[in-house]
């Protein structure tokens, strides 16, 4: 993982869809579960000695580590490895957030919806699985997802917490 100096805080993401975070210097993580949680350590690292209490960050990091986790459980499924570009910027009291990977792309171009998973009633239990893009989508903001040049790129804003 590239480890970058960190970001101060910066404007409201820019009009037109994108988002102010777009032109920061990339923090390039390997695709694999260890390359996630150092991305969400580095997110910690550099955001929280700004927030003004210890849980600022628990919901940006759910839905970041949901984010993640899916590029790679799902977009380098089929590829085995890859790599993830992932910018931050603080934007007031908002975390801006732009993920870009090469892996394959979303069912139909589109984002997933979030939708639960069915909750039947099993000698299992509840499902283990299907909670993602239900937790992304109750926690993140001005979510877009584009493909180019085989590049997914998804763009998200998540409010921080008042402490």
Excluded: K
């Excluded at 580095?42 to 849980?55: K, Q």
């Excluded at 993830?84 to 979303?106: Q, T």
């Amino acid at each position: 993982m590239t480890l970058l100096d960190p970001l101060r805080d910066g404007p409201d993401p820019a009009p037109g869809g994108g988002h102010a975070c777009a032109g920061t210097e990339p923090i390039t993580l390997a695709a694999t579960p260890l390359g996630v949680r150092e991305a969400l350590a580095e997110m910690r690292r550099r955001f929280a000695p700004s927030s003004p209490g210890p849980d600022t960050l628990g919901m940006a990091e759910t839905v970041l580590a949901e984010v993640l986790n899916n590029v790679v459980e799902h977009a380098y499924r089929r590829l085995g490895e890859g790599v993830i570009e992932l910018r931050m910027e603080r934007c007031g009291n908002r975390l801006c957030v732009d993920v870009r990977d090469h892996g394959d792309p979303m069912p139909d171009g589109i984002l997933p919806g979030g939708a639960l998973p069915p909750l039947d009633d099993t000698e299992d239990g509840p499902p283990e699985g299907g909670f993602g893009w239900f937790l992304i989508r109750a926690m993140a903001r001005e979510l877009s997802y584009t493909r180019e040049n085989g590049q997914n790129r998804l763009c998200f804003v998540v409010p921080l917490a008042e402490a």
